[in-house]
C-alpha cells in the first residue's frame, strides 16, 4: 500500500518507478481522486461547521423575537442538513475507491533492483559448490522416487493432479528435511518457533498483498476464510494493528507448515514431479524491523536461507530478481536457486525479499521510535527457509546412485531415527 501523500508530493518519481515495472502512469488518477475526496472531505467540514453558526444564529434571533430571521435560518438549516448524507457519502465512495486503486499498485523497487522484463534479466550474485560427477546419467527426481516411495499415483487417485503421497522412507526423509531447517533457524539464528493457524481472514490475506488481486492463486473455504499459499501470511500478520517499541524490534519468526496454492495460470508448467504442487510443505521466516535496519536484515535472512543448503552440501546460486520478475509486495527479492542435476539447472528453491513498509501499511504495523512521539511503520520481510518439497526434489537428484538408491545426507542423519540410505523396492 502506498501513501498518497507521497505520491501527490513527487508523483513523477512514482511513476518512474512503475514504468521500472512495466507499468503505465498512475499517478494522474490517484492524484485526482484524492483531491475529489478532499474536496468531499472539505465541503462536509464547512457544511457541518455552517450548521453549527446558523443553529446560534437562530437562537440569537429567537432571543430578540426576529421570528421571519429564524425561520430564514432555519430553512437554512434544514437544506444544510438534508445535504450532509450526500456529502458524506461522496467522501465515504472516493475514499473507497481510492483505497481500492491504491491496493492494486505493487511495491515499488528498490534503487539498486535490476531493471527487466523477466527472469532473463535477473543478476547472478554468487554461487557456492560445484555440481557433482555423479558418474552415471543424471535421472530426474520423478523417474527415480516412485521405487524409494513417492507414489504420484495414490496422490493423484486421493485428490487429483498435483498432489503426491509419500510413503514410509521418503515420507521420513521429508519430515526430516523440515525438521531439521526449522531447528536449525531457531537454534542458530535466533527465530522464534511459530505454529500458526493454515486458515485466515480477509483483512491478513489483504495485509500481505495476496487480496485483493491475487485471489485466483488461493483457495477459499465455504465460510469465507483463506487457506494460506505461505505462512508468510500468518507470520507477517503477527503485528497487524499494533504500534510497537522499538526496543521490541527486530521480531523474527519461522514456521513450518503445509501450504496450498491453486496454480491458476500454471497449466503445462512442471506437470510432473514435485516441483509444482496445490499441497507442499514450506519452512517459512519472517522478519519485523525498523526501515534502517531491513537492509542488514534482508542479508541475515538470505545467509539463513544459504546456510541450510551449504549444511546440505547441495550447490546454489543467489539471483538478484529484476524489475519485471519480483512479487507483488516485494522492493527487492533475493531467489536461491538449487541446482538439480537430473534436469541439469539450476532451479528456484527460496525467495528472500524486503516489502519495506508496503504491508506494513496494509495492516497498520507500526513502532515507535525511542524518544519520539509519532509512530513510523515498521518494514517487513520475508522468506523460504526452504522449500520442503523441493530440497527433497534436490537431494534426490543431487545425492542419487546408480543403483537407484539416495544417500541422505549427514546433517539430517539425526533427524532420520539413523535412516542413511533409501534403497529402492525390489
Given at each position: 500500500m502506498h501513501d498518497i501523500r507521497l505520491i501527490r508530493d513527487d508523483p513523477a518519481a512514482f511513476d518512474a518507478a512503475l514504468a521500472r515495472r512495466g507499468l503505465a502512469s498512475q499517478s494522474a488518477e490517484l492524484v485526482s481522486l484524492d483531491e475529489r475526496r478532499r474536496a468531499s472531505?472539505?465541503?462536509?467540514?464547512?457544511?457541518?461547521?455552517?450548521?453549527?453558526?446558523?443553529s446560534k444564529q437562530i437562537g440569537q434571533a429567537k432571543a430578540t423575537k426576529d421570528e421571519g430571521r429564524a425561520q430564514a435560518l432555519m430553512a437554512e438549516v434544514a437544506a444544510l442538513k438534508a445535504s450532509l448524507p450526500e456529502l458524506e457519502e461522496e467522501e465515504r465512495a472516493t475514499a473507497?475507491?481510492?483505497?481500492?486503486?491504491?491496493?492494486?499498485?505493487?511495491?515499488?523497487?528498490?534503487?539498486?533492483?535490476?531493471?527487466?522484463?523477466?527472469?532473463?534479466?535477473?543478476?547472478?550474485?554468487?554461487?557456492?559448490?560445484?555440481?557433482?560427477?555423479?558418474?552415471?546419467?543424471?535421472?530426474?527426481?520423478?523417474?527415480?522416487?516412485?521405487?524409494?516411495?513417492?507414489?504420484?499415483?495414490?496422490?493423484?487417485?486421493?485428490?487429483?493432479?498435483?498432489?503426491?503421497?509419500?510413503?514410509?522412507?521418503?515420507?521420513?526423509?521429508?519430515?526430516?528435511?523440515?525438521?531439521?531447517?526449522?531447528?536449525?533457524?531457531?537454534?542458530?539464528?535466533?527465530?522464534?518457533?511459530?505454529?500458526?493457524?493454515?486458515?485466515?481472514?480477509?483483512?491478513?490475506?489483504?495485509?500481505?498483498?495476496q487480496?485483493?488481486?491475487?485471489?485466483?492463486?488461493?483457495?477459499?473455504?465455504?465460510?469465507?476464510?483463506?487457506?494460506?499459499?505461505?505462512?508468510?501470511?500468518?507470520?507477517?500478520?503477527?503485528?497487524?494493528?499494533?504500534?510497537?517499541?522499538?526496543?521490541?524490534?527486530?521480531?523474527?519468526?519461522?514456521?513450518?507448515?503445509?501450504?496450498?496454492?491453486?496454480?491458476?495460470?500454471?497449466?503445462?508448467?512442471?506437470?510432473?514431479?514435485?516441483?509444482?504442487?496445490?499441497?507442499?510443505?514450506?519452512?517459512?521466516?519472517?522478519?519485523?524491523?525498523?526501515?534502517?535496519?531491513?537492509?542488514?536484515?534482508?542479508?541475515?535472512?538470505?545467509?539463513?536461507?544459504?546456510?541450510?543448503?551449504?549444511?546440505?552440501?547441495?550447490?546454489?546460486?543467489?539471483?538478484?530478481?529484476?524489475?519485471?520478475?519480483?512479487?507483488?509486495s516485494a522492493a527487492k527479492t533475493f531467489d536461491l536457486e538449487v541446482w538439480l542435476p537430473g534436469q541439469g539447472r539450476y532451479r528456484e528453491i527460496s525467495s528472500c525479499s524486503n516489502c519495506t513498509d508496503f504491508q506494513a501499511r496494509r495492516m497498520n504495523a507500526r513502532y515507535r521510535p525511542e524518544g519520539e512521539k509519532a509512530p513510523k511503520f515498521v518494514h517487513t520481510l520475508n522468506g523460504s527457509g526452504l522449500a520442503v518439497g523441493r530440497t527433497l526434489v534436490a537431494v534426490i537428484e543431487n545425492y542419487q546412485q546408480a543403483d537407484g538408491s539416495v544417500v541422505v545426507p549427514p546433517a539430517l542423519r539425526p533427524f532420520t531415527g539413523g535412516l542413511d540410505v533409501l534403497e529402492p523396492a525390489r
Open positions: 472531505v472539505a465541503a462536509a467540514q464547512d457544511a457541518q461547521t455552517r450548521r453549527n453558526d446558523l473507497t475507491m481510492l483505497d481500492e486503486r491504491l491496493a492494486a499498485v505493487p511495491n515499488l523497487p528498490a534503487i539498486d533492483v535490476p531493471d527487466g522484463a523477466d527472469e532473463d534479466h535477473n543478476l547472478l550474485v554468487s554461487t557456492w559448490g560445484e555440481p557433482r560427477d555423479l558418474g552415471f546419467a543424471a535421472r530426474e527426481h520423478d523417474a527415480i522416487g516412485p521405487a524409494l516411495g513417492m507414489d504420484f499415483d495414490t496422490g493423484v487417485l486421493l485428490a487429483g493432479a498435483r498432489f503426491t503421497l509419500l510413503r514410509g522412507q521418503m515420507a521420513r526423509l521429508n519430515r526430516a528435511i523440515g525438521q531439521f531447517m526449522l531447528s536449525r533457524l531457531v537454534d542458530e539464528h535466533g527465530f522464534e518457533e511459530i505454529a500458526p493457524p493454515l486458515l485466515v481472514r480477509d483483512e491478513v490475506a489483504f495485509g500481505t498483498g487480496l485483493p488481486k491475487f485471489a485466483e492463486d488461493l483457495f477459499k473455504t465455504t465460510d469465507g476464510r483463506w487457506l494460506i499459499s505461505t505462512a508468510e501470511m500468518s507470520l507477517t500478520n503477527m503485528v497487524r494493528e499494533r504500534i510497537m517499541t522499538e526496543s521490541e524490534l527486530p521480531l523474527r519468526f519461522a514456521a513450518l507448515t503445509p501450504c496450498f496454492r491453486s496454480e491458476a495460470g500454471a497449466a503445462g508448467r512442471d506437470t510432473r514431479g514435485l516441483i509444482r504442487q496445490h499441497q507442499f510443505d514450506k519452512v517459512e521466516m519472517v522478519a519485523i524491523t525498523t526501515p534502517d535496519a531491513s537492509e542488514a536484515e534482508h542479508e541475515r535472512m538470505t545467509r539463513a536461507a544459504e546456510g541450510v543448503l551449504e549444511a546440505l552440501e547441495l550447490p546454489y546460486r543467489r539471483m538478484l530478481l529484476c524489475t519485471g520478475d519480483m512479487g507483488f
